[in-house]
């Protein structure tokens, strides 16, 4: 009787079994389908998101052409129109140079060629990930390969041209390394990691937690490596706007619109709960500011220190190591401020390395089932409508708490086997470690509060179609500058609360005007500046024009190789010619004229901190000497000098009396106030602000300089 009883079970654990796979193999079959049938052929198609953004990177350090403002919108879609590049809107914010070195073989090739070439690289990376994951974790071939195509991010990560396989390859390829003991090739493939992307730094955390110094080593030599590789390739200067302006920044979450639900981070949940913004989010549960800076830094340290925490210093079992390493890479996911769509394409491995675990264990169906569900619900597409369709909050974000019941899954798959020789006492240094850590996130995040939003008593009014506003002047009552819209770019004309959009079928960059006319930069194969005049000739290879007040001269750049040269148009002579005022060894950035028709610019040399330069119109030059220094702008009576200096990384706005050479600081919030230009009785400064916004997404203020009084 027993042995029936036996054999009945066995008979129907095979047919369970047998239905398992049936449903493995069906799923399987489909998801390949769609991924071949839908996703490559739309991908190889067009150029969209991010690719054009690696590719336009790379080919300009390949042209050897000026690198160091590849971080700035404008002068970036500048240099997107000069090649060709069929894309809207192009951007570097957050992504590291390093990371778009990928892209370095193919980025002579035409931009969708390349994005074809590049398509064919990441199918050559999903075969050698999954044989990796699969030598790793000894689960059979039909289970990775599901775990794979159940990961709507990796379609993603296919339309938009990302990266993330090949980052997903670094992490596989460290974690088989660490588990078959070569400690020292996984910390430097991890440190090599971070130049892609900046969150797996943190598992030298781990390495330090583990006492292995060994992979510590490694990781402290890949990341250094990387570094320099950077520096080597695009610059000092660049680097260090990624280190001082624009990582701040992506660590707030603030690196992009930190209102967007899509990007489903806690840093989302807190900026629309707690931050007032006029225009990206006007009615927050309450404003408190102080609020998000505390909750931010206390809910990634909860969230993120058990991985830690839970971590066996002298485990030697290569499941424990699987789980460990999983959870630190979950973890990261959760806290991460910026987290896209395509970014889960990473949960393919520690999804992988879970799965096992539970199968070594034998744990029933439900476990496995909940971490597949799981996974394939955080690749779920639509959570940004559900986000943006929710009328609470709390609800804006459904991926995260997904995100996070993942996580917390990986804590429980730790705790349920128990620490040997757990030192007690090492486990409170790192409490300890976090303790003061959180301490000093939240003091720095309060201190950033401070006068963050006064700024807005200063704000003009501005449409919910633009994006960002640059590069204002005015025309009498009537303010023109450069909006960034969905669509690209276009002059925007404000007369009071009335804001209209000019359309023409290139991008325009830059807009200048005196009393009597308007001179725009339009933008395409080459830059051309186009008077409102119509008797007026097009200035052909020209950008980012200036006016002088009285209408006698117009300046304007000529670029080589992304490098800027100021060249003078005599407007009541044009015939006589232009004139070339400044050395081809200088890159000039922005510039201003003075009553004489002398102009101050500024400009580096030779990938140095920009400064503040005079020139006359004889080309003559000199320094004014203050380094990191921008955007100047003389006030039309020729009194005052508004200028913007580099300061804690942001720039802030300094005013400068050219008669006793007397300066004022004008703010001090912790964000940019740039671009000034100034009303036309010189009693007012118009400047782009992005107090409260992300970085560089400016609206524009007015506010009345009291010292002139």
Not at 34 to 56: E, G, I, K, Q
Request: hydrophobic share 45%.
């Amino acid at each position: 009787m027993e042995q029936i009883v036996e054999d009945s079970a066995l008979c129907s654990r095979g047919t369970r079994s047998r239905w398992i796979h049936a449903i493995e193999w069906i799923l399987l079959g489909v998801l390949t389908a769609y991924l071949c049938v839908h996703t490559l052929p739309a991908a190889s198609r067009v150029l969209n998101t991010d690719f054009p953004n690696y590719y336009l990177t790379a080919r300009l350090a390949r042209e050897k052409s000026a690198t160091s403002r590849i971080y700035e919108w404008v002068w970036l879609q500048r240099q997107k129109d000069h090649r060709g590049i069929d894309q809207r809107i192009v951007g570097l914010i957050p992504i590291t140079p390093f990371s778009t070195l990928a892209t370095w073989p193919i980025a002579r090739l035409r931009p969708l060629a390349a994005k074809r070439l590049w398509l064919a690289f990441n199918l050559v990376l999903v075969v050698a990930t999954a044989l990796l994951i699969q030598r790793l974790t000894q689960l059979p071939w039909r289970q990775v390969l599901l775990v794979f195509v159940l990961s709507m991010p990796l379609n993603k990560n296919f339309l938009f041209g990302q990266y993330y396989l090949l980052l997903l390859f670094f992490l596989a390829l460290a974690c088989w390394c660490y588990v078959r003991e070569k400690r020292l090739l996984s910390g430097l493939l991890i440190g090599l990691s971070f130049g892609l992307k900046l969150f797996p730094i943190v598992y030298l955390a781990y390495f330090l937690r583990r006492k292995d110094f060994k992979a510590f080593f490694g990781g402290v030599v890949g990341s250094s490596l990387a570094v320099l590789i950077s520096i080597a390739v695009f610059g000092e200067q660049v680097n260090k706007v990624l280190l001082a302006q624009v990582l701040p920044w992506s660590l707030r979450g603030e690196g992009m619109n930190p209102y967007d639900p899509s990007t489903a981070s806690i840093a989302t949940l807190l900026h629309r709960s707690f931050i007032y913004e006029p225009q990206w989010n006007p009615h927050p549960t309450v404003h408190a500011a102080w609020a998000f800076a505390i909750l931010l830094p206390l809910m990634q340290t909860v969230l993120f220190a058990p991985a830690i925490l839970l971590v066996d210093p002298k485990g030697t079992t290569s499941q424990r190591t699987k789980l460990e390493w999983s959870a630190i890479l979950l973890a990261s996911l959760a806290i991460s401020t910026l987290p896209a769509g395509y970014h889960f394409t990473l949960l393919i491995l520690p999804v992988c390395l879970i799965w096992e675990v539970l199968q070594e264990r034998r744990s029933s169906l439900i476990a496995p089932t909940s971490l597949l569900l799981l996974f394939a619900a955080i690749g779920y597409p639509g959570w940004k409508d559900v986000g943006t369709a929710s009328h609470f909050v709390v609800f804006s974000v459904p991926r995260l708490y997904l995100v996070v019941a993942l996580t917390c899954f990986s804590y429980r798959m730790l705790t349920i086997t128990r620490l040997k020789n757990q030192c007690i006492r090492s486990r409170q240094l790192w409490v300890g470690a976090f303790v003061l850590m959180t301490a000093f996130a939240i003091l720095m995040a309060l201190r950033h509060q401070k006068g963050l939003y006064e700024d807005y008593r200063y704000r003009l009014p501005t449409s919910n179609a633009m994006l960002q506003t640059d590069n204002a002047v005015t025309q009498g009552d009537t303010i023109l500058s450069t909006a960034m819209l969905f669509d690209g770019y276009h002059t925007a004309i404000q007369d009071g609360t009335n804001i209209q959009f000019e359309h023409h079928a290139m991008d325009e960059l830059a807009v200048t005007a005196n009393t009597k006319e308007r001179w725009r930069e339009e933008t395409g194969r080459e830059s051309t500046i186009v008077s409102s005049l119509p008797s007026r000739e097009v200035i052909h290879n020209a950008e980012a024009p200036v006016a002088s007040y009285d209408g006698r001269w117009l300046a304007y750049l000529r670029e080589e190789h992304g490098y800027g040269q100021i060249w003078l148009r005599t407007l009541e002579r044009s015939a006589d010619g232009d004139k070339l005022l400044t050395p081809v060894d200088m890159d000039v950035f922005e510039m201003t004229f003075l009553p004489n028709g002398s102009l101050i610019f500024s400009a580096q040399l030779n990938d140095s901190p920009p400064r503040l330069f005079i020139v006359d119109q004889m080309g003559i030059t000199r320094s004014l000497g203050q380094e990191e220094v921008r955007y100047p702008a003389v006030s039309p009576d020729g009194h005052w000098l508004a200028f913007d200096l580099l300061q804690g990384g942001n720039w802030h706005l300094w005013l400068r009396d050219l008669r006793s050479g007397q300066t004022n600081r004008l703010t001090d919030a912790d964000c940019n106030n740039v671009e000034p230009s100034w009303v036309p009785d010189s009693s007012a400064l118009i400047y782009g602000s992005d107090c409260g916004r992300s970085l560089w997404f400016t609206v524009l203020c007015r506010r009345t300089i009291q010292v002139l009084r």
